[in-house]
């Protein structure tokens, strides 16, 4: 291919594949591009002196295997008394289109043993209140037919649950009712580990992985994107050309939209959220407690807010983990910039921002409140889950920073909640990514649809190549569960 330089410098600068982010994202495109088109020139460029530092760093995330199985806020409840699981379904199908990914890789020796990033870990859902209760079975009720969902326990039972969850049911009250729904299927996973490998395996078949590299803009050209690179070491600038480019810099995609200009998001904005966790490795607490437990949002909270008591290993190290706490911050990343949020809000969305507050008042007084909360108030909500919590034992921990896409929805602004958007503007050659959870979990399945997005016209010779990377690919997983057993599955390890 030609070279040719942009701005100030000379370097090689064409590329077929340019991934702007060094997140779970960027790596599993990647890897998947690889797999398909081994011919492809590929570039990844991060901000940050190393690799899924941001979302994907095992203490950025809760690292919970996202499949539906405990998650109420996966299940709503309708007006009329029935409840909605069709989002819990597509989140389970999601994370085994990850874990089919996973196991292919690891049958290729490509992420190394999977007891390195991916451990069994019972899910439950925790109900409390004739209310709670209700929901927790309308669930099981939906859901236990489903083989996704294979193996779900409901129980009110006292001592079954104490054996199950001993350090949750040490010295709890007898009065209340209470209920659980356990799933042995659960996992932990550490993606920052998963994504360390991916970039491992991309730079060892030829991958340019450049870390500490700021991408300071992009803009079109007759054969895709010019970008203009700031080496943050060097103290240079220089530019890249990439046929085709992806955006997944997690908070820092939006600004580089609207630098860019892209048709179609001028209307958008983003609204940043931080969350802190109580952290403790104390050996008699991580002891008493394998598992994740999610319960309900409190009344007026927002659906990302649900508690949940997690055991966490990250770097191989045991650790539980309570929360979310919202904290709030300005900045796109966590390593981003104070005027992240101002410099966002332009004179085409302004109006979109005011809107989004304005209906979803109860989200900002959730933020409020919780911006002011005490450590004691913290331990309090704690001692919901854990009864004998001692303040001294637990340790506040911020997580990472999402961004919550803000957009126009039915004609005025509007937080759009859960999930990922993939934006693949008119102008082409061009996938970015924006929004948060359940991300790294459906890491697979989204990257997957970008690829059908982007390259319509060659998904056709690469169906046979992706089914052996992700089996059943092109039909809802759930209907290809034979092949998942096919596998090496890390998760029923």
Same mark, same amino acid.
């Given at each position: 291919?030609?070279?040719?330089p ?14 702007v ?6 790596a ?67 994370f085994?289109a ?14 190394g ?24 079975r ?15 326990t409901?129980t ?21 009712e209470v ?15 998963i994504?360390?490998?991916?970039y ?48 997944g ?5 939006l600004?580089l ?12 904005g983003?609204f ?8 403790t490795d ?14 309900? &949002?409190? @009344? $007026? +909270?927002? /659906?990302?807010?649900?508690?949940? !008591? #997690? ?5 191989g ?6 929360g ?14 104070l ?9 085409q ?7 989004a ?54 004609g ?23 929004g &948060?959870? @359940? $991300? +790294?979990? /459906?890491?697979?399945?989204?990257? !997957? #649809? ?13 169906r046979d ?14 209907d ?13 390890q």
């Amino acid at each position: 291919m030609g070279r040719r330089p942009f701005g100030e410098g000379a370097c090689p600068v064409d590329y077929d594949v340019v991934l702007v982010g060094g997140g779970i994202m960027s790596a599993t495109l990647g890897m998947l591009l690889r797999k398909v088109a081994p011919e492809l020139s590929i570039l990844v460029l991060e901000r940050l002196d190393g690799l899924g530092l941001e979302s994907s760093s095992g203490w950025n995330n809760a690292g919970t295997g996202h499949a539906g199985l405990c998650e109420f806020n996966y299940t709503p409840l309708n007006a009329d008394g029935t409840i909605d699981v069709s989002s819990a379904v597509t989140v389970g199908e999601q994370f085994q289109a990850s874990k089919q990914f996973w196991a292919t890789l690891v049958r290729d020796g490509m992420l190394g043993e999977p007891e390195d990033f991916i451990r069994t870990v019972p899910h439950f859902g925790f109900a409390h209140g004739a209310d709670g209760i209700e929901h927790l079975r309308l669930r099981h009720e939906a859901l236990q037919g489903n083989p996704l969902f294979d193996g779900m326990t409901m129980t009110r039972d006292r001592d079954q649950m104490s054996e199950w969850l001993p350090l949750m049911f040490d010295g709890r009250s007898p009065r209340g009712e209470v209920a659980l729904c356990r799933s042995g299927g659960g996992t932990d996973v550490d993606y920052g580990v998963i994504t360390r490998r991916l970039y491992e395996g991309l730079a060892g078949q030829g991958a340019d992985i450049r870390t500490g590299q700021d991408v300071r803009s992009l803009s079109r050209s007759r054969t895709g994107w010019d970008l203009k690179v700031r080496d943050i070491a060097g103290d240079r600038t220089y530019g890249v050309h990439g046929a085709f480019v992806f955006l997944g810099a997690g908070g820092g995609t939006l600004p580089l939209l609207q630098r860019a200009g892209v048709d179609g998001i001028s209307d958008y904005g983003g609204f940043p959220i931080s969350g802190q966790f109580l952290r403790t490795d104390a050996a008699h607490l991580v002891a008493g407690h394998h598992a994740k437990v999610y319960g309900h &949002a409190e @009344p $007026g +909270a927002p /659906a990302i807010s649900v508690p949940h !008591l #997690d055991t966490r290993v990250v770097d191989g190290r045991r650790y539980l983990m309570f929360g979310p706490f919202a904290a709030f911050s300005p900045r796109f990343l966590r390593r981003g910039g104070l005027m992240d949020l101002p410099r966002s809000v332009t004179p085409q969305n302004w109006t979109t921002y005011a809107g989004a507050g304005i209906h979803n008042r109860e989200m900002v007084r959730y933020l409020v409140g919780q911006l002011a909360m005490s450590q004691d108030a913290r331990i309090r909500s704690l001692r919901r889950f854990v009864p004998t919590a001692e303040a001294a034992d637990w340790q506040l921990a911020t997580a990472g920073q999402r961004v919550q896409v803000v957009k126009r929805i039915g004609g005025r602004g509007a937080i759009a909640g859960f999930g990922t958007e993939i934006v693949t503007p008119r102008e082409g050659r061009l996938a970015a990514l924006l929004g &948060a959870s @359940p $991300g +790294a979990s /459906a890491s697979a399945s989204i990257m !997957l #649809d970008v690829l059908e997005r982007s390259f319509p016209d060659r998904m056709i010779g690469w169906r046979d190549a992706l089914d052996d990377v992700v089996p059943g690919v092109g039909s809802r997983v759930v209907d290809g569960a034979d092949g998942v057993l096919k596998l090496f599955d890390p998760a029923r390890q």
